[in-house]
């Protein structure tokens, strides 16, 4: 079964598109961080920065003409699982191994907060 997409609105090479994504997911990330991040930052501006790259790309693919769907399903089509594993267990990896570095060298102090890990 062959799937129709619709004509792209506007033709343009895909290097201005993922400048485009670049530039915007910057300047909307730069400003939701200098409107909301304090010293004390709420829990949802995590969500919300993380967000943005997702939403930033929805709006590029639907001005190209794709649906919002379309591209959900064509991202994730052909992932494998320890492609996933890969994207979930890294990021902890990563943070854990950095949050350990920093705590066995000093140049960082644990700083236990509040239990709940969503502080509206």
């Known amino acids: ?4 997409r619709a004509a792209p609105k506007f033709e ?3 290097d201005v598109y993922l400048g485009a994504f670049v530039v915007i997911t910057l300047v909307v990330s730069w400003s939701i961080s200098l409107l909301i991040v304090t010293d004390s930052i709420p829990g949802y501006t995590t969500t919300v920065l993380m967000l943005t790259p997702a939403v930033v ?4 693919r639907r001005i190209q003409g794709q649906s919002i769907v379309g591209t959900i399903v064509s991202s994730i089509r ?7 594993g890969f ?8 943070i854990g191994t950095v949050g ?9 102090v644990y700083q236990p907060g509040r239990r709940t890990s969503w502080s509206w």
């Open 87 to 94: 994207a979930f267990l890294y990021p902890v990896l990563f």
């Open 57 to 60: 790309v929805l709006a590029l």
């Open 100 to 108: 350990t570095i920093a705590l066995a060298s000093g140049l960082g």
């Open 12 to 14: 343009l090479p895909p």
């Open 1 to 4: 079964m062959a799937i129709e």
């Open 78 to 84: 052909g992932a494998t699982t320890p492609s996933l």
